[in-house]
């Protein structure tokens, strides 16, 4: 599943993580992301997909729980432990 923040950025989420783009391989068949708590919590997890968001595999275990997501109404992402000002919309 895609999530696009406000700012334009897309995120993948893999089982209530988020992740960011880290690398398109160079015929663009592979997407590698990284955990978004990557830097902040020194976690090592990507996980390599299709363009389309299919999983090829994943790499690593997470360092932390998965952060708690709200679906508002709206339908907006809500981050209530490490992002909680942001509003997240789906793609
Ligand atoms: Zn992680």
């Known amino acids: 599943?895609?999530?696009k923040q406000p700012s334009g950025q897309i995120l993948l989420m893999v089982e209530g993580y988020t992740m960011?783009?880290?690398y398109t391989s160079s015929d663009g068949s592979q997407i590698q992301?990284?955990?978004s708590c990557w830097k902040s919590k020194n976690c090592r997890v990507s996980v390599y997909t299709t363009p389309e968001g299919v999983v090829n595999y994943l790499k690593g275990q997470h360092s932390r729980t998965?952060?708690?997501y709200h679906i508002t109404k709206e339908g907006k992402y809500v981050s209530v432990t490490f992002i909680?000002?942001?509003a997240w919309t789906i793609s």
């Open 84 to 86: 909680p000002s942001g």
């Open 20 to 22: 960011s783009k880290y």
């Open 1 to 3: 599943m895609f999530i």
């Open 33 to 35: 992301w990284r955990c």
């Open 66 to 68: 998965a952060p708690a």
